[in-house]
């Protein structure tokens, strides 16, 4: 008898979703909509397409679709950019193309705009919110110097940024945004009640979330706070929310700030989780020039 391993046959092979199928048709009808107009749609999903938002996605309680730039660009070679007027660096994405491929992402439900863009308003957990309980959005992916501003007028598109920097395209921070929101989308985390304290939630006080800890109570000679083993609730509940009042003054004096004008004027029609919009910097940012 043969001492050689024995043959059995070829492995069974399970189907499973590659990215681009996670956004193949036919999609949900009414489930939240992200529509992308991009030059890179390979990029997507991306890491929408793991973990719990891919699981979400693949389960139909959201959309994605991609609206690839290049399709509705001129000439033999789809150009999509042309040099800037008035002259300068870089190239700038058509008003002509971005339109025609804006017409063709606005079908359906209406959806707002966005233009993710270094010179936007400030994301925030409020707008995410807001977002997740509309029917879906409409991204653009800049690339190069920007877009034409004639088509952002045209359409009324909001302008969104996530930090103060730059990158190379907007396909990151789009899935930002997107991840942001999905993520506040009814079923998609498995227990919705961990949204509650966290940063920046109404539930939280707008504040930054306590430290968090889990087993071993003791590791590298640091313990776990001794209140939290404790089982008292009312004092586990103080704890963390003096933790927060604590981190907040220290990391975010801009949230503090918020917070301390709201109880002071406890009738201030002012939503906490979106405080952050209230820093110095932000102020100042939206003072400049919208053109």
């Known amino acids: 008898m043969s001492d050689a391993p024995k043959s059995h046959g070829r492995l069974s092979v399970t189907p499973s979703l590659r990215p681009r199928e996670l956004m193949a048709e036919p999609q949900v009808q009414g489930a939240w909509t992200a529509s992308i107009v991009t030059l890179f749609p390979e990029a997507f999903p991306g ?34 950019d042309d040099t800037p007027a008035g002259g300068g660096a870089g190239m700038v994405i058509r008003a002509d193309v971005m339109d025609a491929a804006l017409r063709e992402a606005r079908q359906g439900p209406p959806r707002p705009v966005i233009y993710m863009s270094p010179r936007g308003k400030s994301l925030t957990q409020a707008r995410a919110r807001d977002l997740a309980q509309g029917n879906g959005v409409t991204l653009i992916c800049g690339r190069f110097e920007g877009v034409d501003q004639r088509v952002l007028d045209a359409h009324g598109i909001e302008e969104i940024s ?30 919705h009640d961990s949204l509650a304290e ?75 989780s979106g405080a952050s919009d209230q820093s110095r910097g932000y102020r100042e940012h939206d003072k400049e020039p919208r053109r």
């Open 162 to 191: 996530i930090g103060d920097y730059v990158l190379t395209g907007g396909e990151i921070a789009a899935q930002v945004l997107i991840d942001a929101t999905v993520r506040l989308i009814p079923r998609v985390l498995g227990n």
């Open 198 to 272: 966290e940063s920046f939630s109404i539930g939280n006080r707008g504040l930054l979330e306590a430290p968090q800890f889990t087993k071993p109570a003791q590791w590298e000679g640091r313990e776990i706070p001794e209140v939290l083993l404790s089982g008292n609730h009312a004092a586990i509940h103080r704890w963390r929310a003096g933790e927060a009042e604590r981190l907040t003054k220290e990391r975010r004096p801009d949230l503090w700030r918020a917070y301390e004008e709201t109880r002071m004027d406890p009738a201030k029609d002012r939503q906490l």
């Open 47 to 80: 890491i929408l397409g793991l973990s719990l938002t891919g699981k979400a996605l693949a389960q139909g309680l959201w959309n994605l679709r991609t609206i690839p730039l290049r399709d509705f660009g001129t000439g033999r070679h789809r150009n999509v």
